[in-house]
């Protein structure tokens, strides 16, 4: 009899580790397809620039500097580690010296008039504006897995088969460097 | 979430049964007028067996054709497409089939039977009139009905509901049509059937039955579409302000009939007579709730 009953107990752990293994597998899985989402809009902004850049110089050659400054902003994305802070920091490198150049080219009728200026300009807003739905969909999957592997009873689960929680795309700098205000 | 789609799943189920039913029920009648309600009924099983079956693979297109809808250039609607795509990637949902609707009347819905075999149609009305947030909460809208699967409740209704109307409708006709000779049998026994009283019943009733199903099905869904549509986009005014140039509009979707009226994001047919006397009846036919109280509810949000 008392065997029964601990066969019970033991039966009903073993099913709820295993339901609680597949729903984190489940969600892991999400956070890890969500951010392949993210990566892919990102190379692609990488792809684009080489062009951009060419067709500046064809119009805008002196302005080195913030030439200069996308070049080197891409190669250090290009050479960024896959974790998300370090993408994202220098995702954010990269917009703001595309932010600049972009500023730089209203000064260049000729270049604003060139259609494949025009349509670089088209698909970078683009590539930025999925990168940020990416981002919240992101944010969204790992918020669930975190909260998951937190949760009890979930959360023997997760440590023993070592879940751990993943981090958000954010950059560490600009969280931790708060803009100075000075007067 | 996942509550709200077995509970859509549920409710297939449900609505695959009561046509089923329903169907029945009037084949037996149509049957017993006739005077022969065994072949009636069997014929109306094997019918609306049929019929269940191919709607649950077919009636996205039957919408879709219904509506006149076209697939949507990808160069000409680049901007749709964009906005599609984009807010795919956000809700983490496959790419739907996109279609435009040549119609002046602002307006939008989705079909399908699940996120993978999914279609959004827009009006060109709409395309016109709303800015790039107004457009991106309606779709957001669309899109939230796909992720909870009320595309699939909501298209098997335009098939199955559109289909028991139409049964309805030839019996009723051939009836008048027919003149007497349609009750002959029971001429002879010199008596009224009491059977063929309650199929003729049957047979009014069962438009109207369909008709509220209809109803039930679409209104408190779409209120939920609206709140998800916002975690979608993260922007209730954009939705709002949609939703409020879709109450300013009062151009009647001409490419909406009654049997899609329930899918599309606002009421295609102007609600007659929803204030007055017989009001509240009328609202018990409604397929949306008013925009006023869904603009309402977002403001809270």
New interface residues.
Partial sequence: MNLFIVLIVVAVIAVFVGLAYNGLVRRRN?VD??WS?IDV?LKRRLDLIPNLVETVKGYAAHERTALEAVVVARNSAMAAPATPAAQASADNALTGALRQLFALSEAYPDLKANQGFVSLQDELA?TE??IA??R??YG??VATFNTAIQKFPTVFVAKMFSFTEREFFEAEDAARNAPQVKF | MNDLISSNKRRTVFLMLGFVIIVVLVGASVGSLIGNSTTGTILAVVLSGVFAFVSYWKSDAVALRVSRAVPADPNEYKRLHNLVEGLCIASGLPKPRVFVIHDDAPNAFATGRNPQHAAIAVTTGLLEKMNRVELEGVLAHELSHIRNYDILVSTLAVTLVGSIALITDITIRTMWWNGGRVSRGNDRQNGVNPLALIGFAMLILAPILAKLMQAAISRKRETLADVSACQITRYPPGLIAALEKLQADTTTTHSASMATAHMWIEQPLSGVKDSGRLGSLHKLFNTHPPLAERIALLREV
Avoid: K, P
Wanted: charged share 20%.
């Fill in positions: 999400d397809n969500s989402q809009q683009n504006s999925r739905y990416a919240q969909f969204d999957s």
